[in-house]
């Protein structure tokens, strides 16, 4: 299966620690895109990345939250000093730049904090 | 902000009958994307609408993107218990590529058998 992929798939942890996501994005596709989803919402924007470049921020993505795409290929998400309002479904998506481009999703990682 | 509504929130009828669920906006998008989404999954592209007018078939579901391009639809006819799901819309704002979609609120969708 070639499709977007993320690790953990779960993850729980207590308030104050740090947490790394993982996604690893479709291969050709040069855009990631990261959202989290809370409980009877759809999924809100957080940041995407257009090869190794963050290209936009969401005014969500607190400074305790960074995300990587250090050589273009998979992402990570950091989150420190977590608190129990980060608990939600961190999805990722990955697409290919172009005219009416689409956006593939990964699994997602539940996130509970404690 | 949320700035698509769906309706209605939650839906719950009898296998085989028709339904429609509505996607609005007062902001105009570039394309619009239906998403279906499972219990502890990703959400799973269904269509891409790009036309003002447009309407387009997937067997069973006929998706209609508003002539101003704020407003879609999603109608199921003779609803099968497989259809349950979450259901999200999705809006684009550039024609140069999706960059962030803004989702809607979804509507979640249940077919008793």
């Known amino acids: 299966d070639t499709g977007v992929s993320q690790d953990p798939r779960h993850k729980i942890t207590k308030r104050g620690q740090n947490v790394t996501f993982r996604c690893d994005p479709i291969s050709e596709h040069n855009r990631l895109y990261w959202y989290r989803q809370t409980l009877g919402q759809g999924p809100e924007f957080l940041t995407y990345?257009?090869?190794?470049?963050?290209?936009?921020k969401s005014r969500l993505l607190s400074d305790r939250f960074s995300a990587e795409r250090p050589k273009g290929s998979f992402s990570t998400l950091e989150i420190q000093r977590t608190e129990q309002g980060d608990s939600a479904m961190y999805l990722c998506a990955s697409s290919f730049f172009g005219i009416q481009e689409t956006q593939y999703f990964g699994p997602g990682t539940r996130l509970l904090v404690l | 902000t949320q700035l698509l509504e769906q309706s209605p929130q939650f839906l719950s009828i009898q296998e085989g009958e028709n339904l429609t669920v509505y996607c609005n906006s007062s902001s105009v998008f570039s394309s619009l994307q239906w998403y279906r989404q499972e219990p502890g999954e990703g959400p799973v592209l269904l269509v891409t609408?790009?036309?003002?007018?447009e309407v387009k078939k997937l067997k069973r579901l006929t998706f209609q993107f508003g002539d101003a391009r704020k407003d879609s639809s999603l109608h199921i006819t003779a609803a099968q218990p497989g259809d349950t799901g979450l259901y999200l819309c999705a809006g684009a704002r550039t024609n140069f590529g999706n960059e962030k979609l803004t989702f809607g609120t979804g509507t979640r969708l249940t077919i008793i058998p």
């Open positions: 609408v790009v036309t003002g007018g």
């Open positions: 990345f257009q090869n190794e470049a963050q290209l936009e």
